[in-house]
């Protein structure tokens, strides 16, 4: 294989090694099945088997209890927006939402085109930089449930426990952090992720949902949005997004050979530390973000000369360190050090850092 740079970018990202090279091998015929994945028909008794094996993994990965449903849907994460919504409300007259970021914002606004929904705490005065504490949520007690982002991509923020919010369930977009630690799945009501930062490759979502919280959907939702349809239908209403469901169950399988989530929130506290010591140990970089909410999978910095960044970005690439392009909101550079990241990788990079600053310093 040619030389493959360290990419930490924010998604589509970095995928393991061994997960590229047993694509590689399984293409193009697939476990004695005379076709590669790509060929295969979604509801054939392979892929279905397939689809069940990823299931059982996630569930064992997760500790996913038997009264969740386990959903592998087709499209983008932000879809799940107006999913949860239509899905949820039921007979609640609103729904309350926490906003610490950009992507927590647009599940706003979307919800907002959908159902009353309520603001109860909002960190956008403060440019995002820290997340609202739990005892200033104005919560609802007659609210649907409350929906924050626990990882939030761009600002580079995540909420290291899980707020108590009574019998309101919590429901959370966990795109940028799912599978990154262990979480207590019993403490939600729903669970969705995209697939392509620790999962996978775009085109998946993961749900995970509590059954008793199924068959309240608006009666006009639309069916591809349903959950309930979905479960009946064990996520094959649709031509499924079958290679990315492959890749899914590859990660997971990757994922427990490795060790679990336990094992992957020591790497990636670990991997984390050594690139915020780095940041807090220079004059050079800085980030803005409270120290109580640091993310450890999206690491925001900027350089004290914002002029070099195109120079720190040229020099980075010509070590082989790439993504590293912050997004426009923040500006500045941005490190995502998803799962397939290695440590390695990570002293890499913070050794070119402090390189970088010492040479401009
Ligand atoms: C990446 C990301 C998404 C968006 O995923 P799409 O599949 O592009 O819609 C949603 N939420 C969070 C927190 C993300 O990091």
Not at 29 to 34: C, F, L, M, N, Q
Not at 106 to 113: C, G, K, L, S, V
Not at 114 to 119: K, M
Not at 127 to 148: C, G, I, N, Q, S
Request: charged share 25%.
């Amino acid at each position: 294989m040619a030389t493959r740079h360290h990419n930490f970018a924010a998604g589509p990202s970095a995928l393991p090694l061994p997960v590229l090279e047993r694509i590689r091998a399984d293409l193009p015929e697939y476990d004695g099945t005379g076709m590669a994945v790509l060929e295969l028909n979604h509801r054939g008794r392979e892929f279905m088997a397939l689809a069940a094996r990823a299931e059982a993994r996630l569930r064992r990965v997760m500790d996913v209890p038997d009264d969740y449903a386990v959903l592998f849907l087709h499209g983008p994460a932000r879809l799940q927006f107006s999913a949860v919504p239509l899905n949820l409300l039921g007979d609640a007259p609103s729904a309350d939402y926490v906003e610490a970021g950009l992507w927590s914002e647009m599940a706003i606004t979307e919800a907002r085109r959908l159902i009353p929904v309520n603001v109860v705490a909002s960190s956008k005065a403060r440019r995002y930089t820290t997340f609202p504490r739990r005892e200033d949520w104005k919560l609802d007690p007659r609210a649907a449930f409350v929906h924050y982002t626990p990882n939030e991509t761009i600002g580079g923020l995540e909420v290291h426990e899980e707020p108590d919010t009574g019998d309101v369930p919590l429901v959370v977009d966990m795109s940028s952090n799912i599978l990154s630690r262990p979480v207590d799945v019993r403490r939600y009501g729903a669970i969705y992720a995209g697939a392509q930062k620790n999962a996978g490759i775009p085109g998946l979502v993961l749900v995970v949902v509590r059954r008793d919280l199924l068959g309240r959907a608006s009666p006009t939702i639309p069916r591809m949005l349903d959950w309930t349809h979905a479960v009946e239908e064990s996520s094959l209403a649709n031509t499924a997004p079958t290679f990315a469901w492959y890749v899914a169950d590859l990660m997971l399988e990757w994922l427990e050979a490795e060790g679990g989530v336990a094992e992957m929130e020591a790497r990636n506290a670990r991997k984390a530390k050594s690139l915020y010591d780095v940041i807090d140990g220079s004059n050079f970089y800085a980030n803005p973000v409270d120290p109580v909410y640091r993310s450890r999978m999206n690491i925001p910095f900027t350089l004290a000369e914002p002029a070099l960044e195109p120079t720190f970005l040229a020099e980075a690439r010509d070590h082989g360190l790439v993504g590293l392009q912050g997004h426009r909101y923040v500006g500045g550079m941005r490190a995502s050090l998803y799962n397939a990241i290695t440590e390695s990788e990570v002293d890499a990079l913070a050794d070119f850092m402090r390189d970088f600053a010492r040479r401009r310093a």
